[in-house]
């Protein structure tokens, strides 16, 4: 019940932040001290949490790995699999062709 | 092995029937059948939860961080960067193809981890879709959080932020859905833990501790079983009894 309503709150601040700045269309070097306050809440909040639920997520699997072990059918790749990892493929790609044109 | 006399070859059959006959004895029958206890724990869809998809979880929580804050930090920076008009326009595009790709990978996980909690699911799959869907909407907040800082002419139009606000908002719905049919699913409540009880003989993996409450674990122990050493929680942490 907590996540739920902490997720809501975490969304109106994030809707909140972006319609101020949009509002206010003020260039990065006239913003008030209320919306940088804002976002070093925002972002280092959100990027811990990230980490978090990854982490929570690697070790759930583990776990059961090392109970279910070959039993597991997780570890196969079918088409499924291979397709939700080429899914970030292109983006990859516009990174590194980006990051290569500058160097 | 499974026992000739069990009745049950799957876990959504003998909950079924608990439910229709409540003076059937969970631990009887699980007696009877020990391959049950196996499902209770574990073995999840692998169209959610394969080594393809958590690949790709692992790809998308670092895209994140990059297309994300770090991004973020570097626009703001871009002046004192001295970063060139191209580079800015790159960027803007990176971040736009991210929360599209990210949109469409989250949203169909979302629904599809919705569906699976309204059914019996396995303790493992129940833990392990909470967290996803939580990394998942978690990920997509921390990147539409970015929108914000994009200055003319590079600000994003408002048709194109009803859009992303859209998705955001069926992420969260969905995501709302997958945490309240988790807490609701029979596998978190009273038959869970007649469960429990019955399968006294196989490991209580941590996941489903942390779920009914039993354990609190300490960073150490997330960090052992982060780094794949399942094994050392399960000789020290383990109800084995």
């Known amino acids: 019940m907590a996540h739920l309503v902490g997720g809501i709150i975490l969304v109106f601040i994030v809707i909140l932040w972006i319609s101020v700045l949009q509002r206010l269309e003020l260039p990065v070097r006239r913003w008030t001290l209320p919306v940088i306050l804002a976002g070093l809440f925002i972002f280092p909040l959100l990027t811990g949490l990230l980490v978090n639920w990854i982490a929570e997520m690697e070790c759930t699997r583990n776990e059961m790995e090392a109970i279910i072990g070959a039993v597991s059918q997780d570890d196969q790749w079918s088409f499924g699999q291979i397709v939700a990892v080429f899914l970030w493929l292109p983006l990859c790609f516009q990174i590194l062709l980006h990051v290569m044109d500058r160097v | 092995m499974s026992n000739s006399s069990c009745f049950f070859s799957t876990i959504e059959d003998l909950l079924a029937h608990v439910i229709r006959d409540s003076t059937l004895n969970v631990t009887a029958q699980v007696a009877l059948c020990s391959d049950i206890c196996l499902q209770v724990w574990g073995n999840g869809n692998p169209d959610l939860l394969g080594i393809g998809l958590n ?69 493992y799959e129940l833990a392990f879709l909470q967290f996803l869907i939580l990394m998942q909407a978690h990920s997509f907040l921390l990147v539409v959080a970015i929108i914000g800082l994009f200055e003319r002419p590079y600000r994003r139009s408002i048709r194109r932020l009803h859009v992303v606000i859209f998705y955001l908002l069926i992420n969260f719905s969905s995501c709302i859905e997958v945490v309240v049919s988790a807490a609701t699913n029979p596998m978190n409540g009273v038959l869970g833990r007649a469960l429990t009880d019955a399968c006294k003989l196989w490991v209580i993996p941590v996941s489903a501790q942390t779920i009914l409450g039993q354990v609190t674990l300490t960073t150490k122990d997330r960090f052992q079983l982060f780094f794949g050493r399942g094994q050392v929680i399960k000789d020290t942490l383990w109800h084995t009894s």
Not at chain 2, 62 to 80: E, F, Q, S, W
């Open chain 2, 55 to 123: 690949l790709s979880y692992l790809i998308q929580v670092t895209l994140t961080i990059i297309c994300g804050p770090l991004l973020g930090a570097i626009y703001v920076l871009r002046r004192p960067l001295r970063l060139d008009r191209t580079t800015v326009e790159a960027m803007s595009s990176i971040h736009d193809n991210f929360l599209d790709t990210s949109a469409a990978f989250n949203i169909p996980v979302a629904i599809a981890a919705a569906i699976r909690t309204h059914h019996f699911t396995p303790f």
